[in-house]
Nanobody
Framework: EVQLVESGGGLVQAGGSLRLSCATS????????IGWFRQAPGKEREGVSIISASDGSTYYANSVKGRFTISSDNAKKTVYLQMNSLKPEDTAVYYC?????????????????????WGKGTLVTVSS
């Protein structure tokens, strides 16, 4: 059974940091790209960042570039999202998702509906 379990969300003041984790199981981690997506109240789900577990290549949405860093620990089959300089507009439920990178990872990040496997999400709230 495929599982993706997010953790690390919470309440933080603007300018603060959080690190999200996505623990995975049930698929060959090294063959997949794992992305972070978010959905704020009343808004569509959007891609935040994605990493290819096979070669470590990464891609970021412009809104988080320079503030967020995605990384993976292939031995632990876990992907992390380090979020610094958080802003109130970063408030959202953050989800991790996985799929085989048939397309370019930046294309995958722009098409959340195309991702095969999803976690249940973790809430990040940034207060002003």
């Amino acid at each position: 059974e495929v599982q993706l379990v997010e953790s690390g969300g919470g309440l933080v003041q603007a300018g603060g940091s959080l690190r999200l984790s996505c623990a995975t199981s049930g698929f060959t981690f090294d063959d997949y790209a794992i992305g972070w997506f978010r959905q704020a109240p009343g808004k569509e789900r959007e891609g935040v960042s994605i990493i290819s577990a096979s070669d470590g290549s990464t891609y970021y949405a412009n809104s988080v570039k320079g503030r967020f860093t995605i990384s993976s620990d292939n031995a632990k089959k876990t992907v992390y999202l380090q979020m610094n300089s958080l802003k109130p507009e970063d408030t959202a439920v953050y989800y991790c998702a996985a799929d085989i990178p048939i397309l370019l990872i930046q294309t995958m990040l722009g098409d959340p509906d195309g991702m095969d496997y999803w976690g249940k999400g973790t809430l990040v709230t940034v207060s002003s």
